[in-house]
DNA sequence: CCGAATTTTCAATAATTATTGAAAATATAT
DNA sequence: ATATATTTTCAATAATTATTGAAAATTCGG
């Protein structure tokens, strides 16, 4: 396979797996592009390379940026702006499992919180049964949670190691 | 809060935690509703809870069912069909897991195989950098489909209390 | 400051995805 | 077998989400 088609294929089946991810196709695109690009790239390279116009471009772009994922660099003597991605992938999955975290996970657990504190007795068994699963929901997530934290902490080399060992 | 109040909040936000993760909306809200219900349910039961037709209703018991979340319950005496979620979180979270690593991921390492095989000449840093990031993608991928197996096959406790050690 | 280059915004539109509801198919009791 | 209850399908429609493109705002060199 030649260069030109499998990085079609890359930045195509990147897009879509972003779809099943709550990730809209044309972001998870971008990136994809960067990804796989030596250089720093310009709008105007982007809505090139994947036929997208202006608008749908910059908006990504930022929503990128917002997400850690991108950032603008400065080329001395260009008037443009270039953007480029994180390459290391490690700090990619660290960078987008903090941002669900914060932005999912955690108002999730908040509500949980709440709603275990629902009033009534729980011999009837309505009541029981949403606490009971509502707990557990809670329980897991909890942990899960922390779980999290330490990954976004951890090296890749140390996370391979351990989990090998672990889950040998 | 009361109950009927606590339930509507947790099958709302449930859905829209669903939305997040490439899940329909009524899909999670019919998955949250079995959860919290002590008995099973027919569809009259959740088209009135969720005020959703009954086309609707039947598409998405029949997706839940197909994801290995939800089960047709047969009770005597009764014409109608009962429909009833696992309760054990634990094993609805693995349940989860393993269809979308099936459906998702093994798919992406499968493409990323072939990706890596481009021609070309790695001195090219375009090459290089292309082959560079499917490799770094693919390694970590590999590492998360095994570490998934094995969360996969693993109990609750030992997971929690194996992670909580580890992680500390 | 001026003017050109560039970026950003956002209302309009397109594309996608979810939902309805009624008709068809199926199952069951008598 | 027939009538009735129940489930399933799916074309039509609604709702949501993504994308465009042109106008407005901003930036920056001279």
New binding site residues.
């Given amino acids: 396979m030649k260069l030109t088609e499998a990085k079609q294929h890359f930045i195509s089946s990147w897009g879509a797996f972003g779809?099943h991810w709550g990730?809209?196709?044309?972001?998870a695109q971008i990136h994809a592009l960067l990804l796989i690009s030596p250089d720093p790239l310009?709008?105007?390279d982007m809505m090139e390379e994947l036929?997208?116009?202006?608008?749908?471009?910059?908006?990504?772009?930022?929503e990128l940026i917002n997400w850690g994922l991108v950032e603008r660099v400065?080329l001395s003597g260009?008037?443009?702006?270039?953007f480029t991605a994180e390459k290391d992938i490690w700090k990619v999955v660290k960078q987008i499992v903090k941002e669900r975290k914060k932005r999912e996970l955690e108002p999730m657990l908040q509500l949980l919180d709440k709603l275990e504190a629902v009033e009534g007795d729980k011999r009837d068994k309505h009541v029981k049964t949403f606490v009971d699963t509502v707990s557990s929901i809670k329980k897991l997530g909890k942990q899960a949670d922390k779980t999290l934290d330490t990954m976004i902490k951890a090296e890749e080399s140390w996370f391979v190691s351990s989990l090998m060992k672990m889950f040998k």
Wanted: glycine share 4%; hydrophobic share 20%.
């Fill in positions: 779809t990730i809209n196709r044309t972001m310009t709008q105007d036929n997208i116009s202006r608008g749908n471009t910059n908006m990504n772009i930022r400065l260009e008037r443009k702006e270039y």
